[in-house]
């Protein structure tokens, strides 16, 4: 499977961006997807997942601002960020089933 990462840039604190990840194959029969980031000089880090059913889970620091979503018919993954920090900004990678990486997005909070 290749995921092809898109949506990140430059935006205010306080703002918005929808990253999305387009999968080159049917993400149907994958069971776990997600969304790590990784910030200048720190490790990658998992920022939300979300499984086969739709089952969610955050880290506690966008608890409340993101929302991890997938389309299965539309092979895609989406992470939807309200209400950004500066703290949020980072390289933005996607992953399926904890094998395949898309090449990364940057997210960039600064005003």
């Known amino acids: 499977v290749q995921l092809q990462a898109s949506g990140g840039g430059l935006v205010q604190p306080g703002g918005s961006l929808r990253l999305s990840c387009a999968a080159s194959?049917?993400?149907?029969?994958?069971?776990?997807m997600g969304w790590y980031r990784q910030a200048p000089g720190k490790e990658r880090e998992l920022v939300a997942d979300?499984?086969?059913?739709?089952?969610?889970n955050y880290a506690d620091s966008v608890k409340g601002r993101f929302t991890i979503s997938r389309d299965n018919a539309r092979n895609t993954l989406y992470l939807q960020m309200n209400s950004l920090k500066p703290e949020d900004t980072a390289v933005y990678y996607c992953?399926?089933?904890?094998?395949?990486w898309g090449q990364g997005t940057l997210v960039t909070v600064s005003s």
């Open positions: 992953n399926a089933a904890h094998i395949w």
């Open positions: 194959s049917s993400i149907l029969s994958i069971s776990a």
């Open positions: 979300i499984s086969r059913g739709g089952t969610t």
